[in-house]
């Protein structure tokens, strides 16, 4: 008769979504880009709505696949993809923002981009506002706009090495099913010795 063991195999461990760095940055930007549009895009205007929805589909699609990850690595890549081609439309929005007001958008390694990163990659417990820790409630448009770029672009990478590792580790454990089949074999072969 089989165990908990075999079980434990068939599905394994899954959610956690909350520990990873690519949710919790997507988070981020989701809550920033709110407080951003909130600002400085009309809330009658399609692009205010569809801000909005690009960025919480980038933090919902991570939390959604890693919960489908039980039963379906290969769902678990696509929605993670989602999430990361979410963020993509949301970063071309903050861009055409800049374009069209005539503000400056920052280089990739302009001191202001640098200071974002040094930021992002701080203990966060030494951020003064864990409910801005942006500043984007007062931040000008150009410097939130950017400011969210960088972090856009920082979950996008995130988000980019996850899905290296998921593809990975498909290709090495496969899927649901083939867990399935492992487990089922399995199981007859031990019928079969008793």
Known sequence: MTDSKDFSQLIPPHGGYRNLKSYQTAE?????TVVF????????SRTHD???QAARSGVQNVAEGSM???T??????KLTGVARASLEE???DY?????QKGLRLW???SPEALAVRKKYQSDRSDLSDKSDPYFLKTASPEVAANTLICLINQASYLLGRQLKSLGQQFLKEGGFTERLYRTRSQMRNEGKKS
Not at 28 to 32: F, P, R, T
Not at 37 to 44: A, S, W
Request: aromatic share 8%.
């Open 28 to 32: 981020i930007v989701y809550d920033g």
């Open 37 to 44: 549009c909130g600002r400085f895009i009309d809330i009658k």
């Open 50 to 52: 569809q801000m909005v």
């Open 68 to 70: 489908a990850s039980a």
């Open 72 to 77: 379906s690595k290969k769902m678990e890549l």
């Open 90 to 92: 949301l970063l071309l």
């Open 95 to 99: 861009q055409a923002f800049l374009r």
């Open 107 to 109: 280089a990739k390694d």
